[in-house]
T-cell receptor
């Protein structure tokens, strides 16, 4: 199956700083990637859809100026959490679709655990 | 909006059969998927139903009834390694981008020896 990587796997930052998370599709080209947030023992909440070469589509209630998404190439999308606060501490997961394998299955990255102190 | 309901917890012993139900309410429907997630790990795809009926993949099967807005995941011959969270997810139709998944709250399955 297709492989999606994320970097870093864990990050601790101070309140007020910005953190960038990278999501890469390693063996396929992904025109669309998705960013999710997951709190402990909770569901995955879709934050935004990242489209290569165009602006991201954000879900209702997600601040686009706080969660900046850039999909600069067919294999890389980045999520930047700006001016992070402790309430932004969460597990951030990206996923991507491989068009060659149909459009119903999503491949998830291993996630990034963000802790804001 | 999208709403999915599934039980929060299920427990069973090794070798048993477990069924995890999922009911959904969506503004549009393009299929029901199931994902498995072990603690601290990434969700992995298990199955997908776009049409009514049963899909079988090894020990796991998934069923869909679109008229009832209902589906289930059936796990047979349970093994300890099956202990994980299981999420149902629907593809919605919001906007022009298909493929967006909306997840249920997850069912924590614990398999006892």
């Amino acid at each position: 199956g297709a492989v999606v990587s994320q970097h870093p796997s864990r990050v601790i930052c101070k309140s007020g700083t910005s953190v960038k998370i990278e999501c890469r599709s390693l063996d396929f080209q992904a025109t669309t990637m998705f960013w999710y947030r997951q709190f402990p023992k909770q569901s995955l909440m879709l934050m935004a859809t990242s489209n290569e070469g165009s602006k991201a589509t954000y879900e209702q209630g997600v601040e686009k100026d706080k969660f900046l998404i850039n999909h600069a190439s067919l294999t890389l999308s980045t999520l930047t959490v700006t001016s992070a606060h402790p309430e932004d501490s969460s597990f951030y997961i990206c996923s991507a679709r491989d068009p060659d394998w149909g459009d119903y299955e999503q491949y998830f990255g291993p996630g990034t655990r963000l802790t804001v102190t | 909006g999208q709403s999915l309901e599934q039980p929060s917890e299920v427990t069973a012993v090794e070798g048993a059969i477990v069924q995890i139900n999922c009911t959904y309410q969506t503004s549009g429907f393009y299929g029901l998927s199931w994902y498995q997630q072990h603690d601290g790990g990434a969700p992995t795809f298990l199955s997908y139903n776009a049409l009514d009926g049963l899909e079988e993949t090894g020990r796991f099967s998934s069923f869909l009834s679109r008229s009832d807005s209902y589906g289930y995941l059936l796990l047979q011959e349970l093994q300890m390694k099956d202990s994980a969270s299981y999420f149902c997810a629907v593809r919605g139709d919001r906007g022009s981008t298909l493929g967006r998944l909306y997840f249920g709250r997850g069912t924590q399955l614990t398999v006892w020896p």
